[in-house]
């Protein structure tokens, strides 16, 4: 994994309540690099994020609301936050129920600059 990729994982799974951050293909939710914590299914989440997203763009262009940017997944025992970053690439994040989403969205933001 690129040490780029690498630096801005770690700087989101320092977060308090993060238990892993990836950056998954699109189109497919392959991943292009993973922080995981142990017990975490990154196959499954990056399926997951990338089917998720797909459904919620194609939505929202539905409704004419524009491009999405950022998605949220509310679960009973912890949250999937997914950021759009560039055409084909989207960050992924999963965090427990008492994280602080805010602060989150501020690292995944920054973590979607490195495909810009």
Do not use: W
Not at 51 to 58: L, M, N, T
Not at 66 to 81: D, E, I, T
Request: net charge positive; hydrophobic share 55%; with cysteine.
């Amino acid at each position: 994994m690129s040490h780029q990729y690498q630096g801005v994982l770690d700087a989101l799974t320092r977060v308090r309540g993060v238990q892993g951050a990836m950056f998954v293909a699109r189109e497919d939710g392959l991943a292009i690099a993973d922080a995981l914590m142990e017990g975490v299914r990154g196959k499954a989440l990056g399926a997951l994020a990338a089917s998720a997203f797909s459904r919620y763009a194609a939505v929202s262009r539905a409704i004419e609301a524009g491009a999405p940017r950022f998605f949220q997944l509310q679960c009973k025992k912890g949250v999937v936050l997914v950021v759009a970053a560039g055409g084909e690439v989207l960050v992924v994040v999963v965090a427990d129920a008492a994280a602080n989403i805010g602060l989150i969205r501020l690292e995944m933001l920054r973590a979607a600059e490195v495909f810009a």
